[in-house]
């Protein structure tokens, strides 16, 4: 969201100037605009330089431990040559599952009622739609505590498992699933709804039919980005007991200690040893290949279903 | 049932192409003092109409005269305008559909209609015929067989039985707008409303459509909206002519059912002197 609203500042402004050179408004109009124009460039420049510079970094050093000993192995602070990192694989993989069956349902419900049910005009529909938009902008660390007092203690009580990471990472990412899925089901035209509803069609069949089919796109394009949002959590995590060395997966969503990738890279890239820093550097390697991975999917999905109107 | 002839339906000797039959008496349905508020807004006066079987009634007028708000009151799809409010009764073979028993869908199954933008779901063109029987839960022996009988009135079989499974979407807009006469006439209803079905067409399209109409006619009862002039004249047994009336106080536009007719007698021998300037092009 803030990030957002950051581009829409900075396309207002790069507009400005592409107006005021158009135009030859000002003193000295061509001169600032392209003094300005540099200036973008440049911001450009910095922000992928520095992500190539963390990525070639991560990958020149990480590389000579991307071997099978990383999925074969637990952590360990003895071996650092052979240490693994399955305990924190499968730990991620509990936690996503977990967010994912949470999340999916519980923010595609929320979306169809908003766009499809509730009325836009009561008072407290709007108090809604608007604070689901400030939740969106929350600090993650916010819902780990929060995942802390209610989840991990408090009236659910789960304890520090997995799940009670999967339900801190599903509030966190709620909102970003609610709002894609209410842009997906908004470009859903009303002539298709009014066609289904004028042959006899219930407005839940018609909802079920044609509006949800039609906008599986836009709903897993949303909320596959989240998940690759949720995976590379760790603040929130650590408050709800991913704990930074486990040497055993998990028993289940709901017992047993858990660690996660994000949570192990930081615990090895806190240690003064350089083996750790390697494995550290190997761990990132593995979480990137995954978002990628993800992040491609998306769009994968995205442009292969996609309904021209 | 109520056997009322409709009282401003004026049976006329001379009638033109195709001999209609004075009313039976008993309309298909039939409006009866219609008045339609969006909240605040009076937007259709007191309307009253009767359609009769095996004719097409064609409701014509100026931009804002209410008619495709009257047309969508006849299967309540105005029910899905939060604001919108209907007073006087709408009688289908003498039932009210705004009865407080009548269930919205029950009507919706009865009575089709086509909307003025070709809108065939995102589906192929047999799951695009096929999607009304299945939602409705109909009864049909044999899924292939009635999509083709569907396909085959709506003129559009030979074109398309060799793609059935392909987008609706692949046909052109004419096409696609008969594809969606299939899909209307897929539940079996005996009305059919059309909204402005040809406005989105080009010419040859347009004269494909009104063929199928006269076809159509045979077996259903259609109620077209239309802001074309020579279609109504071409394709319509019976024409309504609606007007739009300022309110002196709030200067919103009410509309009103000016005359209603036989088509030839409203072209022809208009009795409103209203009718007579717009059919004759002098104002709308």
Not at chain 1, 111 to 138: G, H, M, P
Not at chain 2, 62 to 79: A, E, I, Q
Request: proline share 5%.
């Amino acid at each position: 969201m803030r990030t957002a609203r950051r581009n829409t500042v900075a396309v207002d402004a790069a507009r400005q100037v592409t107006l005021s050179q158009l135009d030859g408004s000002g003193r000295g109009g061509k001169w600032k605009g392209k003094v300005f124009s540099a200036v973008l460039v440049a911001c450009i420049v910095i922000a992928v330089a520095t992500l190539a510079a963390v990525l070639l970094h991560s990958f020149v050093k990480g590389f000579p431990r991307i071997d099978l000993n990383l999925i074969r192995n637990m952590p360990s602070s003895l071996d650092r040559t052979t240490s693994g990192m399955q305990s924190a694989i499968f730990g991620t993989i509990y936690v996503m599952v977990g967010v994912a069956v949470t999340v999916v349902p519980l923010g595609v419900s929320a979306a169809i009622y908003l766009e499809e049910f509730a009325d836009k005009n009561r008072w407290y529909v709007r108090f809604i739609e608007l604070n689901i938009q400030n939740l969106a902008a929350v600090p993650s660390i916010v819902f780990g505590i929060l995942g802390l007092a209610f989840i991990a203690r408090g009236p659910l009580s789960l304890g520090f498992v997995a799940y009670a990471g999967s339900l801190t990472l599903s509030l966190l990412v709620l909102p970003t699933i609610i709002l894609t899925t209410r842009e997906a089901i908004r470009a859903v035209p009303s002539s298709i709804r009014q066609a289904s509803m004028a042959l006899g069609a219930t407005q839940w069949r018609t909802i079920w039919k044609q509006v949800l089919p039609s906008s599986v796109p836009g709903i897993a394009t949303g909320t596959i980005l989240s998940l690759s949002r949720a995976i590379g959590e760790t603040a929130p995590l650590l408050l709800v007991g991913a704990t930074v060395f486990v040497t055993y997966n998990p028993d289940g969503f709901f017992s047993g200690a858990f660690t996660t990738l994000p949570t192990q890279i930081f615990s090895w890239a806190t240690r003064p040893q350089d083996e750790f820093r390697i494995l550290a550097a190997a761990g990132i390697i593995v979480l990137m290949a995954v978002l990628l991975a993800m992040n491609s999917f998306a769009i994968w999905i995205r442009n292969k279903f996609t309904t021209e109107w | 049932m109520t056997t009322t002839p409709h009282p401003k339906a004026t049976p006329h000797p001379q009638a033109a192409r195709r001999s209609v039959a004075p009313p039976t008496g008993v309309s298909v349905m039939e409006t009866v003092g219609l008045n339609v508020y969006y909240g605040g807004f009076h937007a259709v006066h007191d309307v009253d109409l009767g359609f009769e079987r095996n004719e097409i009634t064609a409701l014509i007028g100026p931009s804002g005269c209410g008619k495709s708000t009257v047309l969508r009151c006849l299967n309540r799809m105005n029910d899905l305008i939060p604001a919108a409010r209907v007073k006087g009764q709408v009688k289908y073979h003498g039932q009210d559909v705004y009865a407080a028993s009548v269930d919205p869908i029950e009507v919706r199954r009865r009575i089709g209609m086509v909307f003025q933008k070709p809108n065939p779901f995102p589906k192929s063109i047999y799951d695009n015929v096929a999607y009304g029987p299945r939602v409705i839960g109909m009864k049909v022996p044999d899924m292939d067989d009635h999509v083709e009988q569907c396909l085959r009135r709506a003129a559009l079989w030979d074109e398309v039985k060799d793609k059935l499974k392909e987008s609706g979407y692949s046909l052109s807009g004419g096409q696609q707008q008969r594809l969606c006469i299939a899909r209307a006439i897929a539940t079996q209803p005996d009305v059919i409303l059309m909204d402005e079905p040809c406005s989105a067409l080009d010419p040859i399209a347009t004269g494909a459509i009104e063929d199928l109409m006269i076809q159509l006619r045979e077996e259903y009862t259609i109620i077209i909206v239309t802001h074309n002039m020579q279609q109504a004249a071409r394709v319509s047994d019976r024409t309504a002519f609606f007007t739009a009336r300022p309110d002196e106080t709030t200067g919103n536009r009410t509309g009103l059912l000016v005359e209603y007719g036989l088509t030839s007698q409203i072209f022809e021998n208009p009795s409103d002197q209203r009718t007579e300037d717009y059919i004759s092009g002098r104002f709308g």
